[in-house]
C-alpha cells in the first residue's frame, strides 16, 4: 500500500520568512495529494490540493508542487504570519477505493 | 463549516469496558472514516465506511469495530478498551475518493 513520509517533523521560522514541508511518497499511481492544517484543539482542515496531471498550484500564500518522477510533493508558505502556526500534514490518495494515508504532520511555529 | 458532530468530544473510561465513539453528519456524504492522532503518528487510519453497512478495515484495526446503519452515523467501538487506546479520535467524511476530507473536532479519549 501507499505509504508518505513527511520532513521535517519540527520547523520553527521568523514572521514574513518562507517555509517548506517536503513529503515523499511510494505508489506511483497515486493522484491525488491534498495538505491539512490543523490548529490546537481542532480537526485537520484542507488548506490546498493538487492533481497528478498538475506540476504546481498556488492559492495566495501558499503553493503546493508536485514531482511525479521523484515522487515528491511540497508545500511552500510565504510571507509567514503567527496565525500560520500550526501542524501541517500531507495525504496521497492511490488509484481505486482506499482511503488517504497522511505523512506524520510538521508542526510549524512562527515567531514573531 | 461541514455539518460533522463528534460525541462524545471528552471521555475517561476504566480498562477493559467498552466504549462507543458517535460520528454524525448532515451533508449527506458517502464515506466516513474513523482516525486517531497520536503524537509521532500523525493520522492513522482505523476503519472507514463507503455506504450503508458497506464498511472496511483500516491501517490499525485490531481492536476496534464500526457500523453504519444509517447514511448520517458512524459508530466506533472499542469493546474492551486499553491503555494503547488512549488517543485523540477524529472523524472525517467525503463524498467521494478523491474528494475535500472533512474532519469532526475530535474526541479525547482516555483509558486508566
Known amino acids: 500500500g501507499e505509504n508518505v513520509e513527511q520532513h521535517p517533523s519540527t520547523l520553527s521560522v521568523q514572521e514574513g520568512d518562507s517555509a517548506v514541508i517536503k513529503c515523499t511518497y511510494s505508489d506511483s499511481a497515486s493522484n491525488y495529494f491534498p495538505w491539512y492544517k490543523q490548529e490546537l484543539g481542532k480537526g485537520p482542515q484542507l488548506i490546498i490540493d493538487?492533481?497528478?496531471?498538475?506540476g504546481e498550484k498556488k492559492d495566495q500564500r501558499i503553493a503546493v508542487t508536485l514531482n511525479k518522477t521523484a515522487k515528491h510533493f511540497s508545500l511552500h508558505i510565504t510571507e509567514t504570519q503567527p496565525e500560520d502556526s500550526a501542524v501541517y500534514f500531507c495525504a496521497a490518495l492511490s488509484s481505486g477505493n482506499t482511503p488517504l494515508v497522511f505523512g506524520k504532520g510538521t508542526r510549524l511555529s512562527v515567531i514573531a | 463549516d461541514a455539518g460533522i458532530t463528534q460525541s462524545p468530544r471528552h471521555k475517561v473510561t476504566e480498562t477493559g469496558t467498552p466504549v462507543t465513539l458517535r460520528c454524525h453528519q448532515t451533508e449527506n456524504h458517502r464515506y466516513m472514516y474513523w482516525y486517531r492522532q497520536d503524537p509521532g503518528h500523525g493520522l492513522r487510519l482505523i476503519h472507514y465506511s463507503y455506504g450503508v453497512k458497506d464498511t472496511d478495515k483500516g491501517e490499525v484495526s485490531d481492536g476496534y469495530s464500526v457500523s453504519r446503519s444509517k447514511t448520517e452515523d458512524f459508530l466506533l467501538t472499542l469493546e474492551s478498551a486499553t491503555s494503547s487506546q488512549t488517543s485523540v479520535y477524529f472523524c472525517?467524511?467525503?463524498?467521494?475518493?478523491?474528494?475535500?476530507?472533512?474532519f469532526g473536532q475530535g474526541t479525547r479519549l482516555t483509558v486508566v
Open positions: 493538487i492533481r497528478s496531471n498538475v
Open positions: 472525517a467524511i467525503s463524498d467521494g475518493q478523491g474528494l475535500e476530507a472533512f
